[in-house]
């Protein structure tokens, strides 16, 4: 199996654009550097070759080396010959701790007060990284779904892609589009007790930007959480896109447990 179909999704695969404004190696830089700002190519990862990007991304090996120069003249990656590239960034987010019941509760509300419509559901393997990320079994197959959130006067304000193991029932489109995928869950034997989320900027997709009225390389939150349940396992893991106008990320924090 290539490298790229390990490390990428197919919707990030799928998503360069020949017929929009933004050029085809800007498409693919912001790509790559998104996932290693974020960590997702953590330091040390070794990246696909030239060959390969231009194999799963369907662009030319000029392209592909035009990209990954880019990124070592930034400093995010080291390229070395008969070794291959490597990420040299560090990246450093700090965490925030936060209750887990009043985030449950808020999306529960905010899933009574929009609306979901399910783009895309199937089950599959996931690529290699998702493997790794949810600790599961090689060869078992995910949920994968895509899915656009939407206010009441259907105005799109969120592109959502994730990966849901260990679900035997109750995940369809209807269900999806009519509950919160953790009482699904919860169902499923899997009651959500720990996330793990990280924030970050980036620019839209092609395809991201079709589906919330923006154009291709605008700015979007990116919001990236991991679902852990009471036995500890990484039961899904969800990639969110928002439209930076339609959407405001607040966290409300307390001193009660500051020790000085």
């Known amino acids: 199996m290539e490298k790229t179909s390990q490390l990428f999704t197919p919707m990030e695969l799928g998503s360069l654009r020949t017929d929009g404004p933004i050029p085809l190696?800007?498409?693919?830089?912001?790509?790559?550097?998104?996932?290693?700002?974020?960590?997702?190519?953590?330091?040390?990862?070794?990246?696909?070759?030239?060959?390969?990007?231009?194999?799963?991304?369907?662009v030319s090996r000029v392209t592909a080396k035009r990209v990954m120069d880019m990124l070592a003249a930034d400093g995010l990656i080291k390229r070395q010959r008969g070794k291959g590239s490597h990420v040299v960034f560090e990246s450093s987010a700090s965490e925030v701790e936060a209750p887990l019941v009043g985030m449950l509760e808020r999306l529960a509300s905010m899933s009574r007060t929009t609306k979901v419509r399910v783009l895309h559901i199937e089950k599959r393997l996931p690529p290699r990284n998702l493997v790794d990320?949810?600790?599961?079994?090689?060869?078992?197959?995910?949920?994968?779904?895509?899915?656009?959130?939407?206010?009441?006067?259907a105005v799109p304000f969120a592109y959502y892609e994730s990966w849901t193991r260990g679900i035997a029932r109750g995940f369809t489109a209807r269900n999806i589009e009519r509950r919160t995928r953790f009482d699904i869950m919860a169902e499923n034997g899997h009651a959500i007790t720990?996330?793990?989320?990280?924030?970050?900027?980036?620019?839209?997709?092609?395809?991201?930007?079709?589906?919330?009225?923006?154009?291709?390389?605008?700015?979007?939150?990116?919001?990236?959480?991991?679902?852990?349940?009471?036995?500890?396992?990484?039961?899904?893991?969800?990639?969110?896109?928002?439209?930076?106008?339609?959407?405001?990320?607040?966290?409300?924090?307390?001193?009660?447990?500051?020790?000085?």
């Open 194 to 260: 720990r996330i793990e989320q990280y924030l970050s900027a980036s620019a839209a997709t092609p395809l991201v930007a079709e589906q919330l009225q923006l154009v291709p390389g605008d700015p979007v939150l990116t919001l990236v959480r991991h679902s852990f349940d009471d036995s500890g396992d990484a039961v899904d893991l969800l990639n969110c896109q928002y439209h930076p106008e339609r959407f405001h990320y607040r966290m409300n924090l307390s001193m009660d447990d500051y020790a000085g």
């Open 25 to 58: 190696y800007h498409q693919l830089y912001q790509l790559l550097k998104r996932h290693i700002l974020s960590g997702s190519l953590a330091q040390g990862a070794k990246l696909p070759t030239e060959a390969e990007l231009s194999s799963g991304f369907g």
């Open 133 to 153: 990320d949810l600790r599961m079994p090689e060869g078992e197959p995910v949920h994968y779904v895509t899915r656009v959130r939407s206010s009441e006067d």
